[in-house]
C-alpha cells in the first residue's frame, strides 16, 4: 500500500548567503528553462537511486542536509531585473520540503519510479524555489529509495555526478566541514567574481571571437538536400526521438580509442562527424557539443551548472575515418578552451551574423553525457562475446516525440547503459527523416565496432 506521509524537511539556519551576478553557465541555462515555459520539466535533472542498506528517514535527511550546507548552489534562486540582468541570491536560512511515500519494499522500486516522475514533471520556480526536490520511499521506518531531482539551474549533469559522490562520502560519515576542508569547491558567486574580473572578460571575449571566426568560416549549410524544406515552416511539426542500444558500441570504443591514442569520448564524437559528412553532402561539420568545464579541481568539485556549448568545426570530415578521429582530438581541445563565455552576450553577436547571411549553419548538438565514477549512471559492463555476434544485439527504438526545437536539426546524446552504450537522437523532421535517423546511428555504430573487428575480435 502506498500513501503520503506528513513531510520532513531540510532545514538551513546559519549557511553560507550573499547576492551577486549571475554566473556565465546559470544565465545560459536561465535563458533556455524560462523560454521553454511548460515544457522546461524536459531540463530538470533527476535521480532515482537505492537505499543500501535502508537508513531511517531522519539520517537521510541529514545527510541531504550536508549537502545542501556543503553546495551553495542547492540554495540559491534567480531574480530577473531585464533582459540583460540575472542576480543570484544565496539563502543563509530556509526549509526544503522532503516528499515521503510509503511501500512495501516488494513495491519500493515502483513507488520511487512514480515518485521521480511526479517530482521532475514540474518546472520550478526560480525566484522562490530553491533549485532541489528529495523525496523518500519509506518502508517500515526505513528509507528505501532516495529521489533527487535537480533544477538545471542549479546543476548539470556533471554536477549531479558531484552530488552523489559527495552523497557516498556523506553516508560513510562525511561532514560538509570535513569536505570543504579535503576539497574546497568553487561556489556559484566566487565564481561570478572571477569572470567579473579582467581576466575573466578577456577569457570572455576570446572565447566570443573564437566561436564568430568559426562560424564566418563553416558551410552556410550542412544538409545540401533536407528531405522535406517544406516542412520548415510549420510550428506544429514535431520531432522524432531515436534511441539506440549497442552493446558492441559499448566495447568497440575502447579499442579504437588505445588504437588511436585518443578518448573514447572522441572515438564518438569523430564518428559522429564522419558520419554527417558522409550523409549530408557537407566536408565540413559543426557540433555544438556540451562540454563540462571542470577543468581545476574547484570546478570539478563544484555542483553548479557550470557546462556550456563549444563550437566544434571538422573540415575534410569525410575523407577518412581514422584521420577525422585523430584530428578530432586536437580540435575538441581548441574548441572546449573555448567553451566559457557570457552566452547572451554571445547570442546577440550570432543574430547579427545570422542576419548578415554570414553565419555557418550551427544546428548540430553533441552532447556526451557520460560521467565515469558517478554510481548510478556507470553502469557499463562491456560484454565478453565476440563483435561480431554483439553487434546483432543492437536495439533501436522510438520512445518519444518533442515539439519543434529552435536552431536544431539534429542533437545527439551519448548515455551509459547496462551492458551497452546507448546514442539518443532527436532529429528535425524537414531535415533528416525517420531512415535517416537510423542510417546515421547505425552508421557510427558500424564505423567503431569495424574499426575495432578490424584491429583483431
Known amino acids: 500500500m502506498t500513501g503520503a506521509e506528513e513531510r520532513p524537511a531540510v532545514r538551513l539556519v546559519s549557511a553560507r548567503s550573499g547576492r551577486g551576478p549571475a554566473t556565465w553557465g546559470q544565465r545560459a541555462i536561465w535563458g533556455v528553462v524560462t523560454r521553454l515555459g511548460d515544457d522546461a520539466p524536459r531540463y530538470n535533472v533527476p535521480v532515482e537511486l ?132 579535503a576539497r574546497a569547491a568553487q561556489q556559484p558567486l566566487e565564481a561570478a567574481e572571477v569572470q567579473a574580473s579582467p581576466l575573466g572578460r578577456r577569457r570572455d571575449e576570446a572565447a566570443r571571437r573564437y566561436w564568430c571566426e568559426q562560424l564566418t568560416a563553416g558551410p552556410g549549410r550542412i544538409f545540401r538536400n533536407p528531405v522535406a524544406p517544406e516542412l520548415a515552416d510549420d510550428p506544429d511539426r514535431t520531432f522524432p526521438n531515436a534511441r539506440l542500444r549497442s552493446p558492441a558500441l559499448a566495447v568497440a570504443v575502447g579499442r579504437v580509442a588505445a588504437e588511436l591514442e585518443v578518448s573514447d569520448a572522441a572515438v564518438l564524437l569523430g564518428a559522429a562527424s564522419h558520419q554527417l559528412a558522409r550523409m549530408s553532402g557537407s566536408s565540413d561539420v559543426l557540433f555544438q557539443v556540451v562540454v563540462g568545464n571542470r577543468f581545476t579541481p574547484a570546478a570539478a568539485a563544484s555542483v553548479s551548472t557550470v557546462a556550456q556549448e563549444a563550437l566544434f568545426r571538422l573540415t575534410d570530415a569525410d575523407r577518412d575515418f581514422g584521420d577525422a578521429v585523430r584530428r578530432t582530438r586536437s580540435v575538441a581541445l581548441s574548441a572546449f578552451r573555448h567553451a566559457a563565455y557570457d552566452k547572451w552576450t554571445l547570442d546577440r553577436e ?97 564505423l567503431i565496432v569495424a574499426e575495432a573487428i578490424a584491429l583483431g575480435d
Open 50 to 181: 537505492p537505499v543500501s542498506p535502508p537508513r531511517p528517514v531522519a539520517r537521510v535527511v541529514a545527510d541531504v542536509t550536508e549537502l545542501v550546507q556543503l553546495h551553495d548552489s542547492l540554495h540559491t534562486r534567480w531574480l530577473s531585473a531585464g533582459e540583460d540582468d540575472l542576480e543570484q541570491v544565496v539563502d543563509g536560512s530556509g526549509e526544503l520540503p522532503v516528499e515521503v511515500r510509503t511501500a512495501t519494499p516488494e513495491q519500493a522500486a515502483e513507488t520511487g519510479a512514480a515518485l521521480l516522475a511526479e517530482l521532475a514533471g514540474r518546472p520550478f520556480d526560480h525566484t522562490r524555489e530553491w533549485p532541489l526536490r528529495i523525496g523518500l520511499v519509506v518502508s517500515e521506518g526505513l528509507v528505501h529509495r532516495l529521489v533527487i531531482v535537480g533544477a538545471h539551474t542549479g546543476m548539470d549533469y556533471w554536477g549531479l555526478g558531484r552530488l552523489l559522490r559527495d552523497l557516498e562520502s556523506v553516508q560513510a560519515g562525511e561532514t560538509a566541514a570535513s569536505l570543504r576542508r
Open 350 to 446: 550570432v543574430a547579427l551574423l545570422v542576419e548578415k547571411g554570414e553565419a555557418a549553419d550551427h544546428s548540430y548538438w553533441w552532447n556526451d553525457t557520460r560521467d565515469p565514477g558517478v554510481g548510478p549512471f556507470d553502469t557499463v559492463e562491456p560484454p565478453r562475446a565476440a563483435l561480431s555476434e554483439l553487434i546483432g544485439r543492437t536495439e533501436i527504438a522510438w520512445p518519444t516525440e518533442f515539439p519543434a526545437r529552435r536552431n536544431v536539426s539534429m542533437a545527439v546524446d551519448v548515455l551509459t547503459a547496462p551492458g551497452a552504450l546507448d546514442l539518443a537522437m532527436t532529429a528535425d523532421p524537414a531535415v533528416v527523416d525517420r531512415a535517416g535517423m537510423e542510417r546515421f546511428l547505425r552508421g557510427v555504430e558500424r
